[in-house]
């Protein structure tokens, strides 16, 4: 049996989760690229796999109908599953899992960290002093700021959670919620200090008419998936001083080579939030044990 990894970094928080596939005498080729696949060299890559454990490559209908009758099963590493004709694997008789618990903690406390960041204004104040400059910048407390969560399943309430010991007031926009609509999203946009987003899917939720209508001055992050934002619009309210600032860990394209590297404001980071020893081990062993169930590896 063969089991192919599209997930980059599989097995570098610990060598654990290749040898419990190894140790069943199963075949395990890992990405070679060191990046994410694109579509002809995932439709490369999946030859003559029984398995993938997948990470962010694109696993359309034109790549699984390359390989009908031999992939059995496709184990997202991760929450998202934006990557996944869901409905082609279907068709195809291709099982699909996902790991949605282990990396709740793990972006709860970036998403924290980041707010904390921008509160006690950690990072201009660190650039100062390495540029010879004794500046103190006066920061507000997390319990004077009105948070919008965007989005409250897994991790939108443990965010919830988390803020709660800090005083913050606390919006909830949930789609799925009663009484979350348009109008009740536009006044909380206007009214809050930082609006975080934790939504599924990959539609846009801040385009250019919904960030005009956040409040000046106020931070958005995001930490869900890229196209929930227009980056081109979050660009022009940076640079015009509407916004205070931003933190993306995903971006529409990616590796992101964009012009928000220019804004100062802007916190990025490289789709990093369940970077953590503890949580790749997590969803890596998880996302194991799915594709070993579903090829009914015992």
Known sequence: MRIVVGAS???QASPSVIEALTDKGIDVVLNPFGRKLNEKETIEFLAGADGLLAGLEPLTEKVLSHHVGKLKAISRIGIGMDNVDIAAA??????????????????????LAVILAFCRQLIPQNSALHAG???????????????????????????YNALLPFGAQLTIYDPFLAGCDNEFFE????????????????????GGPEIAKMKPGSILLNCGRGGQVNEK??????????????????????????????????????????????????????????????????
């Not at 022009?236 to 916004?243: I, P």
């Not at 220019?262 to 790749?280: D, F, M, V, W």
């Open 9 to 11: 970094s599989f097995g």
């Open 90 to 111: 279907k068709k195809f008789n291709i099982a699909v899992s996902n790991t949605p618990d282990a990396p709740t903690s793990a972006v709860t406390e970036m998403t």
């Open 133 to 159: 400059q004794w500046q103190k910048i006066l920061g507000r407390s997390v319990s004077e700021l009105s948070v919008l969560i965007v989005g409250f399943g897994r991790v939108g309430k443990s965010v």
């Open 187 to 206: 006044d909380a946009l206007g009214k809050a200090d930082v609006v975080t987003l934790h939504a599924s899917g990959n539609q846009l939720i801040m």
């Open 233 to 298: 619009s979050l660009y022009d309210a940076l640079q015009s001083g509407h916004l205070g600032g931003c933190w993306l860990d995903v971006f529409e394209d990616e590796p992101y080579t964009g012009p928000l590297r220019e804004c100062q404001s802007a916190i990025l980071t490289p789709h990093s939030c369940s970077y953590t020893g503890k949580c790749r081990i997590e969803m890596e062993m998880q996302a194991v044990n799915n594709i070993l169930r579903d090829l009914h590896v015992a």
